[in-house]
């Protein structure tokens, strides 16, 4: 599954390529994948205007001047290709329906725009979906109402990071990074970067963190997902950007993936052991268990 930076480097790729089209068509294969009233397609997504396209967590929202909203998720497969006359790019999951000929057998949803171009979505598995919703309700779906603040917005504090943590006091804190419900949008890669970088290991109690752990974990997430979407994303082997390109930033990772090899930081060999139900990665010198 994409983690934060991935599927904003996919907003920021379709904010620059979609906002002003206007709907023509909308053509689907499975409710599963478009889960949406036939009437409502009709009334509210036939005729529409993109407006913006923003994203919440791990969830992708195209806004349409009628109020409504596509709420995407692309779960493990899951692409978004747009073609026009002049420009095409895919991102998602890297196989061959982002340069081949589209529709294709993974095509669930095509959106066809009034100028000709096209914005396919993809899904070999069958586990995303695009739901139509009035934008004043996006913000009451289940998931909304329990995923946790941004970690990169900018008025996001290190107090308030703190903060979100309270209630998971007796959690491992690898497990209560992972918590979408604490912070949104951290996944494997970006808990194992930032512990690293705040030598702190993942099975440490939140409650036995100082302010000063805290404060240095909050600076290492921001700044490794930052470099992350500067760099395209970090792929995790199933996403590309929003031009089609592999995302980078997992040839810049400190400890994920690295087992057997030399930490960068003080030369002792990384290892790999499961945490949170998930593979994990640390030097067993800079960060130890207290």
Request: with cysteine.
């Amino acid at each position: 599954m994409p983690e934060l930076p991935e599927v904003e480097t996919v907003r920021r790729g379709l904010h620059q390529l979609i906002i002003g089209r206007a709907v023509e068509k909308v053509v689907h294969d499975t409710p599963k994948s478009f889960p949406n009233a036939p009437v409502d397609v009709e009334k509210f997504l036939v005729g529409a205007t993109i407006t913006d396209v923003r994203r919440r967590a791990k969830v992708l929202l195209i806004d349409l001047s009628t109020d409504y909203t596509l709420v995407i998720h692309l779960k493990m497969t899951g692409q978004l290709v747009f073609r026009a006359a002049d420009v095409a790019f895919g991102a998602g999951h890297p196989n061959d329906s982002l340069i081949g000929e589209l529709p294709d057998r993974s095509t669930r949803v095509t959106f066809a725009f009034t100028d000709g171009s096209h914005l396919y979505f993809n899904d070999q598995r069958k586990f995303g979906w695009v739901r139509l919703l009035p934008s004043l309700e996006v913000p009451n779906i289940d998931f909304m109402k329990k995923v946790g603040p941004e970690p990169l917005e900018h008025d996001f504090t290190p107090a308030q990071f703190k903060e979100r943590f309270v209630r998971k006091s007796k959690s491992p804190i690898k497990a209560a990074l992972l918590d979408q419900t604490v912070i949104a949008g951290v996944g494997n890669i970006y808990a194992d970067e930032s512990l690293w970088g705040a030598k702190i290991h993942p099975l440490r109690k939140v409650a036995t963190l100082t302010d000063a752990e805290f404060d240095k974990l909050y600076h290492e997430l921001r700044d490794v997902m930052n470099l992350s979407i500067e760099k395209g994303g970090s792929t995790d082997r199933n996403y590309v950007n929003a031009e089609g390109k592999k995302g980078s930033y997992i040839d810049f990772a400190r400890v994920f993936r690295r087992e057997g090899l030399a930490c960068p930081r003080c030369g002792t060999t990384i290892i790999k052991f499961k945490a949170a139900g998930r593979g994990t990665h640390i030097c067993p010198h800079c960060q130890v268990v207290q």
